[in-house]
């Protein structure tokens, strides 16, 4: 597999995927992706591939998908023209407002779609993960709308350090399972959820919380999220009068930022720039820069750009953000580095953390923690390249990041 | 005999002389490094072929034990490199042919073609992927049989008829018939005749049945309609708690 | 003034208030309203009430309101019809969904016009009371929109059942003072915001939160607010394809009731229902039911009904949620009662508590414990008058009510 | 001499004795309802004028001493009507005109007319009401004057010009003017001389200075610029400290 990457041809992988033409039938961005699953899992995947394939381009589906996109969950979300931070950093600011979305993060167009998506398999009930709990309480209230039981695994640390998140999904309906195997966090979370799948794959849907994981998965949150891009696109023409110079996601598994880009990769004038979490520094273990700093392997059933040692075993991670701290990422972010259309980056804890403060007090918008280093690596940028339109996908909101932010109270800018 | 050869025919020879063939599993260096030889060398006494455990950090088809002894033995040190060493340096006079258990981003790290060299050299007959179904497995699966190695395929509850038919005939050595829709140490399901009858059906070589074994009724109950029982989860615990490898799996195949 | 109230002529004065008369000259809606202030504020109140009278109506102030509403704000909101409650109730349930408003509720709506209107005026701060903490959050954020340094009064019994609205001040860079007289709850809050204005009356702007206190607040805030009734009508006709036979808003100081019905009062057709907390029972100080079984009188600046004991000393509420407990109610909402057009009945905590879990069950949607008690009333209407068309105005979201909730676990639905 | 006379007298008669009026507030009732009249009696046997605040539950233009008197007041059990009985049964020989300081509502709920009747009888000679700015006050103005009682404006430092000659004009009895833009219990502002002057140039009626007088040297700055000091927080502190009344008060005004 490794022998693929030398291989490719860097411009006809970039044009098939503009062309919508990716992931090929194999489930693959170029090398990237595929379908690493158990033997047990392989005709749940066939059931949810081709229903994925049938329903989505079905337009009775997309009619009832858009009507909830519009209906409940919001859409479209505003775009926002941020005058006091353009001032601050010479530039012209616009953000992607998904905290807005019902439930405050982009997690829910997804979530939505697929419970939908859930309901014309026949499922019985729907399994989560969750890191952050944005997918969690997406999850929970896209299955009550639809109406069907959830549970949700989620990593004990993280349950911890979103514990609002843990609340509002019990509320919601949900069954909260703490997971304590493994890293305590989204990938132990992920992991527990597959095996849940595995001892019911008849009955049970799997709702898959951002665009990594075995193929179907990465195309249909892909295909699910798009709308972020679609939308900012046009919102961009109309409001600012033309697209952005460059444009900013942070990066867990890739779902915020793959619904941003994806629509923009055919711009070539817009550069995309992808966002990871730089930790508390460069060492392995120290940050979930997977990206920045990984290689390719397998985890949890795709191949892509991952965190681990010599063996091959994945690495724990760090972040102060539950959602970024993932040792993996979506294939399709895997290619686009590869491909050199999308360059991915990193902020520090503490670069969001000052990021997170200075978006609450110049625009007084309480952003997540994980969207903060979006916010801190535009500034650096903007500070680089004076002049410039910008465009951030404000991913979420930060009222669950509460609990962790108790601990970094505002430094004061004034 | 070609390694995955060894696998077939240390199956049918215990078949032949009227038993079930058992399938010892034990996660490599678990609980200790220190004993992991001379723990591989009681239970290849007893069992046709062993399965030997590579631990990884992700073992998404795994239940509670088997999570936890992957962790343990990651955290002891151990890495498909070491195992190799180990066999290569101390395991000479294992005649029992071997088989690695593995996810496969290990495999992946480690370089299919040194991979399938080293593991020839240290009596690896086979190798059993959970997470590579078979339409990943081309590439590994030719660098495998390069070196005369199985590239075992699962098979499971659920497996439609045709996918049976391409499965069974695609494994190597043995076929791996998964009891139960679920992960690792759970129990036998009720319709578990039918299910390993209709594997045997079609598949050329020998199916060994694994998930759930835990008892010498579970052995007799499975020798009725396969080849062999794979014995993992219920063993780990044995050697968790310390007992004797050798004499839990004789009780499993009283004469 | 009591002397008034048997005189009106209730048509007339519906009429008027239709074609936008009121409040009159001298504040009054009807004999309701009025400015009822310290000598020292009066210059004040002249400032804000020509800046009002000046900067409504001006096309540049209004494109600014606008912009700010679309663009930030995340107007308009979505109108969602709500399938399972509909089928659960026999009737057919549309929901006005200022949940999704940037900082969670309607409130925003009137702080960033007041932030604005601040701007104009020349303020060099902003202070501001609140009850739920909504109105801080969202003062907090519109001030750091638009740059201007905000304080906000909260009792000190409100900090503690919305802690994570405290949270969120502060990270908005607010200045959270609490209020340890009174009644530490809104009403205290109130007081003190009013005597910390009497002591700068020049340079600070009073941002007040509903449509309460004395004249212009409760005609500015209606002014700022009657976008969500606007936006629901033409929402109904397009989405529903036609009007409501009845509308449902909580009123706490009636900010988004008044927002909800001043648009629709012309519509004769749509019988208007504004819901009190009805705590937990009849007697003085049990409830927060002002209209339903209160009298007029003066408190904080206006004359409107209270609830007061025979000596005319305002009387402590009980409500399990902050935003409704409260001892006064917006004039006009008296007045709208007087001449019959609005009906204010009254839900208890349980019976809100309950409607709560049902809104989470059945449509995914985490209402907070205010609007849970206009569900509440709601579902015991379309019981009493099935097959009706009901549109709900979904005031806020219950993030911020979790403290609150945690006392009170879910009882299971299914 | 109607009621509201007897305040413009009472402080006029100060002031040609070379005295500035001397106004003292207490909240009645506090700190304990039983030492009301005797109080009273002590505190009107100095003041030139006496002014008795009726407890409300919110008094938003209040600082903190005369909130918590306020409150703990009302918890006492006083109400406007208990204080008229007060007045009725033991008040009889108390010579000095009383005025009442009081927000809206506990007016409001008693009823104008019978306020009115009440008040006159009870020896109340004019109303303070801060929270009923002039343009509200209209019906409880007639109402009182048909008795005789003044209802006392308010001014303040930055109350322009023509609302100054408005509200002086409008005034019975005396003028309050508020010392301070802010609430009761503070200090003494640096321009108090202009601002008292400027209201003593354009009212008919004496002025009297209140808010942030606690000390003789207040008094006699004051005193050179408006026709009487009201002492209200200060006195409020001293009856709570259990000092003696009378005596605090003549402190302020030494011979
Ligand atoms: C607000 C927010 N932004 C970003 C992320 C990261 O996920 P993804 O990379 O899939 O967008 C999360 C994950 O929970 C999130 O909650
Ligand atoms: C969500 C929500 N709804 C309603 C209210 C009540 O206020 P009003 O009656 O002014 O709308 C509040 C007050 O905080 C609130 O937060």
Redesign the interface.
């Known amino acids: 597999?490794?022998s693929v990457l030398p291989a490719m041809d860097k411009e006809a992988l970039l044009a098939a995927d503009i062309a919508g033409e990716l992931p090929d039938a194999?489930g693959r961005f170029g090398p990237f992706g595929?379908?690493?699953?158990?033997?047990?899992l392989?005709?749940a995947f066939d059931r949810l591939e081709q229903g994925a394939r049938k329903f989505l381009p079905d337009p009775e589906f997309q009619a009832s998908f858009q009507r909830e996109l519009?209906?409940?969950?919001?859409?479209p979300?505003?775009?926002?023209?941020a005058p006091?931070l353009s001032k601050k950093w010479g530039a012209e600011v616009w953000i992607k407002?998904e905290?807005?979305?019902?439930t405050?993060a982009h997690k829910i167009n997804n979530a939505i779609g697929q419970a939908l998506l859930a309901v014309k398999l026949g499922a019985r009930r729907v399994i989560a993960e969750t890191g952050a709990g944005q997918h969690g309480v997406a999850s929970?209230?896209?299955?009550?709308?639809v109406?069907l039981?959830c549970r949700v695994y989620m990593g004990a640390i993280d349950m911890e350090r979103q514990a609002?998140n843990v609340?509002?999904m019990?509320?919601?309906?949900a069954e909260v399972i703490p997971v304590k195997?493994?890293d305590q966090t989204l990938?132990a979370a992920?992991?527990e959820a597959?095996?849940e799948w595995?001892?019911?794959?008849?009955g049970t849907y799997y709702l898959l919380g951002s665009a990594v994981g075995p193929h179907p998965y990465p195309w249909l949150v892909r295909e699910l999220q798009a709308v972020i891009g679609q939308e900012a696109r046009e919102q961009m023409m109309r409001?600012a009068g033309g697209l952005p110079d460059v444009a900013f996601a942070c990066v867990g598994g890739g779902s915020n930022a793959i619904g941003l880009f994806y629509p923009l990769l055919g711009d070539a004038g817009i550069e995309l720039i992808g966002v990871e979490a730089g930790g508390t520094g460069d060492g392995l273990g120290q940050n979930a820069a997977t990206l920045a700093t990984g290689t390719p392997?397998?985890?949890?059933?795709c191949y892509t750009m991952?965190l681990?040692d010599?063996?091959?075993?994945?690495?724990e991670t760090h972040s102060v953000s539950a959602g970024l701290d993932y040792s993996g990422v979506g294939p399709e972010h895997a290619m686009l580095q590869a491909v050199g259309r999308v360059s991915y980056v990193t902020a520090t804890d503490d670069e969001a953390l000052d990021a997170?403060?200075e978006v609450?007090?110049?625009?007084?918008?309480?952003t997540a923690l994980e969207t903060a280093h979006a916010y801190a690596a535009a500034r650096r940028w903007a500070k680089a390249n004076p002049g410039k339109r910008i465009l951030i996908g404000n991913s979420g909101r930060?009222?669950k990041d509460?609990p962790t932010?108790?601990k970094f109270p505002?430094k004061g800018?004034? | 005999m070609q390694p995955h050869e060894r696998l077939t025919d240390a199956i049918r020879q215990a078949n032949s002389s009227g038993k079930t063939a058992l399938v010892p599993f034990i996660t490599a260096g678990y609980p200790k490094t220190e004993t992991f030889i001379s723990q591989l060398r009681a239970i290849a006494a007893v069992g046709d072929v062993v399965e030997i455990g590579v631990p990884f950090s992700d073992p998404m088809a795994d239940g509670m034990t088997i999570q936890r002894s992957s962790h343990m033995a990651i955290a002891n040190g151990v890495s498909l490199r070491w195992i190799l060493n180990q066999l290569d340096q101390h395991g000479a006079d294992i005649s029992t042919p071997l088989v690695f258990m593995s996810y496969l981003n290990p495999l992946l790290a480690f370089g299919y073609e040194e991979l399938a060299k080293r593991a020839s050299k240290a009596g690896v007959c086979g190798f059993i992927v959970p997470d590579l179904p078979y339409e990943e497995c081309a590439e590994l699966r030719v660098t495998l049989e390069a070196q005369g190695i199985a590239l075992i395929q699962l098979v499971t509850p659920a497996t439609p008829p045709e996918r049976l038919k391409l499965l069974t005939s695609a494994s190597g050595g043995f076929v791996y018939a998964v009891t139960i829709t679920g992960i690792t140490g759970g129990g036998l399901p009720s319709d578990l005749a039918d299910y390993l009858d209709r594997v045997s059906a079609v598949s050329p070589l020998p199916v060994c049945a694994g998930f759930g074994i835990r008892r010498a009724e579970d052995v007799s109950k499975v020798g009725q309609h396969a080849a062999g029982a794979i014995v993992g989860s219920a063993l780990v615990e044995v050697l968790e708690a310390g007992g004797d490898p050798a004499t839990y799996l004789r009780s499993l195949r009283p004469e």
Do not use: N
């Not at chain 1, 519009?70 to 859409?75: A, D, K, L, T």
């Not at chain 1, 905290?99 to 019902?102: I, N, Q, Y």
């Not at chain 1, 019990?170 to 309906?173: E, I, N």
């Not at chain 1, 595995?198 to 008849?202: F, H």
């Open positions: 597999m490794k194999r595929g379908r690493y699953i158990p033997e047990t392989v005709p519009r209906e409940w969950v919001g859409r979300t505003a775009l926002s023209f006091r407002r905290d807005l979305a019902h405050g929970a209230a896209a299955c009550a709308r109406g039981p609002p609340d509002r019990l509320r919601l309906g195997t493994g990938r992920i992991d597959m095996r595995v001892s019911d794959p008849e409001q392997g397998v985890l949890q059933g991952i681990q010599d063996d091959g075993q994945v690495q997170l403060e609450c007090a110049e625009e007084g918008i309480l930060g009222d509460m932010l108790s505002p800018r004034k």
